[in-house]
């Protein structure tokens, strides 16, 4: 995938940046997957935390963020 940095912690967990992935204010954002407690993800631009829901298709990698509210 073009723009994704991967840190690889050398336990399960996966850690990588998409840029320009912030819903928010379209900054980088950073998502941690872990077995016990699934994937979140967070901005250091605008500070914006997520659940995040993450699915292997054959096409690739599919990212989806939870709604929380309604307004």
């Known amino acids: ?3 994704i940095t991967e840190k690889n912690t050398g336990e399960a967990v996966s850690e ?4 320009d992935g912030c819903m928010l204010c379209g900054g980088a954002v950073t998502i941690r997957s872990t077995p016990g407690n699934g994937a979140h993800s967070y901005c250091p631009h605008c500070h914006w935390l997520s659940r995040t829901r993450l699915r292997m298709r054959k096409e690739g990698l599919e990212i989806a963020y939870a709604t929380q509210a309604f307004a």
């Not at 990588?16 to 840029?19: A, C, D, G, R, V």
């Open 1 to 3: 995938m073009t723009g």
């Open 16 to 19: 990588f940046t998409l840029p």
